[in-house]
Structures are given as C-alpha cells and as structure tokens.
T-cell receptor, first 111, second 113 residues
Framework: GENVEQHPSTLSVQEGDSAVIKCTYS??????FPWYKQELGKRPQLIID?????GEKKDQRIAVTLNKTAKHFSLHITETQPEDSAVYFC??????????FGTGTRLKVLA | ETGVTQTPRHLVMGMTNKKSLKCEQH?????MYWYKQSAKKPLELMFV???????ENNSVPSRFSPECPNSSHLFLHLHTLQPEDSALYLC????????????FGPGTRLTVL
C-alpha cells in the first residue's frame, strides 16, 4: 500500500540551531503535503503546507521544500526555540480521500 | 480553540462494554474523519464522511461503527473491543474531503481492559 516514511524519529538540537525533518512518499499522485505539530497532550495543528506545483514555501522561521521527482519533502526550522519542542508529522494527500501520515519526529530543543 | 470538540476526553472500558465517542465541529465544514493514534505509529485514518456520506473505510474491524447524523456531528460506536484498541482517537474536519488542511479535536484517550 501507499506509505510515507519520515526521518529522523527523534531529533535534539541546541536552541538557535536549525532542525530538518525529511519525508518520502510513494504515491506519485500525491499533490498536497502538510506538516502538523503536536505538542504534548494537545491536538495536531497545521504549521505549513505545500502543493505539488510549488517547490518551496516559507513562513517566518519555517520552510518546506518539495522535490517531486525524488518524491521527497522536508521541513526546515531555523533559529529553534524551546517552544518548538513537539512531535512533527508530515503527510501526503491526493484525490478526495487519501491522506497518509508519516510516523512523526520528536523534536527537542535544548536551552 | 480550533472549533472541533470531542467527548469524553478519557474512557476506560471492558472488552464486553458498549460505548460511544462523540465529535462536534463548529467550523461549517462538510467532511469529518476518525483517526487512531498509537505510540510510534502513524496516524491511521479509519473513516471519512463527506456531506454526511461515508466515503472511506480503511479496513476497520466491525467492532468500530461510525455514525454521522449531520455534517457537524460524528460518532464512533464501540463494542467488544480488544486491549490492542487502546489508543488516542482523534476526530478531524475539513472544508470538504480532499487534499487540504484538517482541523483536529483534542482526542479521546481510550483504554480497553
């Protein structure tokens, strides 16, 4: 079946450093790639998304890049802060009902 | 608040019990979803409703039975569950079913004894 692989599963960075999380998808029909942040005990919330007709998107300290040929997309967080500590999920979606999530990355930002 | 609420927040039940989870969205959306979140596993899509019609059932065991009486409410009826069904059950909604942002509820933490 279709799947999304996400790496790494855990990531620790010093405050102020950058963090990069990578995902690979298998369904070539995927055309929407959201990233969700889930803080401990809270619901997942969208932080940034990208569609297949765009290669890169930025929103302040957060950016997402997409390589359709390689079926890779990545989340980049610059100048990390302690409040960035959370679990981050990527997903790949297509059509009406396919919405496949990665296994998540637990990011720890060390003060 | 994202406008999606779930009750109860915590539920403990025996394998022979019958219980229901409730989800309500106040966002005017037309699509609603049930997900299962287990430790170290990806979010698993269980059911999709679009304009009150069930459009997707990802091979979910029949001991889970969804109900969508209107586009604002979604239920998950549970009966004769197994301990491995213990997980966080998340409800989500979106404008309509498709590749777009989903808004999640806070989840129901279910423990099956």
């Amino acid at each position: 079946g279709e799947n999304v692989e996400q790496h790494p599963s855990t990531l620790s960075v010093q405050e102020g450093d950058s963090a990069v999380i990578k995902c690979t998808y298998s369904d070539s029909a995927s055309n929407y790639f959201p990233w969700y942040k889930q803080e401990l005990g809270k619901r997942p919330q969208l932080i940034i998304d990208i569609r297949s007709n765009v290669g890169e998107k930025k929103d302040q300290r957060i950016a997402v890049t997409l390589n359709k040929t390689a079926k890779h997309f990545s989340l980049h967080i610059t100048e990390t802060q302690p409040e960035d500590s959370a679990v981050y999920f990527c997903a790949a979606a297509s059509g009406t009902y396919k919405y496949i999530f990665g296994t998540g990355t637990r990011l720890k930002v060390l003060a | 608040e994202t406008g999606v609420t779930q009750t109860p927040r915590h539920l403990v039940m025996g394998m022979t019990n019958k219980k229901s989870l409730k989800c309500e969205q106040h966002l005017g959306h037309n699509a609603m979803y049930w997900y299962k979140q287990s430790a170290k596993k990806p979010l698993e899509l269980m059911f999709v409703y679009n304009f009150k019609e069930q459009t997707e059932n990802n091979s979910v065991p029949s001991r889970f039975s969804p109900e969508c009486p209107n586009s604002s409410h979604l239920f998950l009826h549970l009966h004769t569950l197994q301990p491995e069904d213990s997980a966080l059950y998340l409800c989500a909604s979106s404008q309509d079913a498709g590749p777009k942002e989903q808004f999640f509820g806070p989840g129901t933490r279910l423990t099956v004894l």
